[in-house]
């Protein structure tokens, strides 16, 4: 859900449309009607999670385009552990991509959990505290349980919130520490 609702947004505010890539089938670039998305979205993911490689693409290609103020802002929907081209779990990689090989101070990333199994992302989870420019966003019932845990229990965080923390939690630092505890450092 939440990412059909990037989508939707990200199509009003950019006139050019966004680019959307899968990891094993090629991109759809300059989207300007979510509805042409949808039906790409209703085929299941199939092979390996070709993440590091993917994601070095986009960067190098928005990195040519980048002028002036320009910054970029990447969603990645993923349900776990980044892969090589041979299938093997290879988050070093992807680390190195993310803090040696984007430029972070325009490449803004959001990573969009979607699994229940919270050990196939605790590697994001600890970028979300480590890297600048990052954030992990879970599903709705969880990032409110995370945000009361850290805040309080009363504290208020509605739907609306919650798209808002997933659309700026990577731009606005205050955003992306909503779910963190005061302790939580980011390194440079």
Known sequence: AIVQII????TIFDSNGVDVHFLNRPPMLNVT???????SFNKRPNGYTPLTSALRGIFQSAASKLRGNKRLLV??????E???N???VDIQSLENL?????QSNTMYVTFLACTDDPASVRYLNQWDRTMINVDVVDDYKSE???VRRTKGFNYPFSFG????KALMGAVDPGMDSLDEYANSTRNG
């Open 7 to 10: 989508i939707d947004i990200g």
């Open 161 to 164: 919130d919650y798209v808002v």
């Open 98 to 102: 993310m803090q040696h090989e984007r």
């Open 144 to 146: 409110r349980e995370e």
């Open 75 to 80: 969603f990645v929907a993923t349900d776990g």
């Open 33 to 39: 009607d979510p509805r042409q998305v949808v039906e």
């Open 86 to 88: 041979h299938g093997y």
């Open 82 to 84: 980044p892969t090589d």
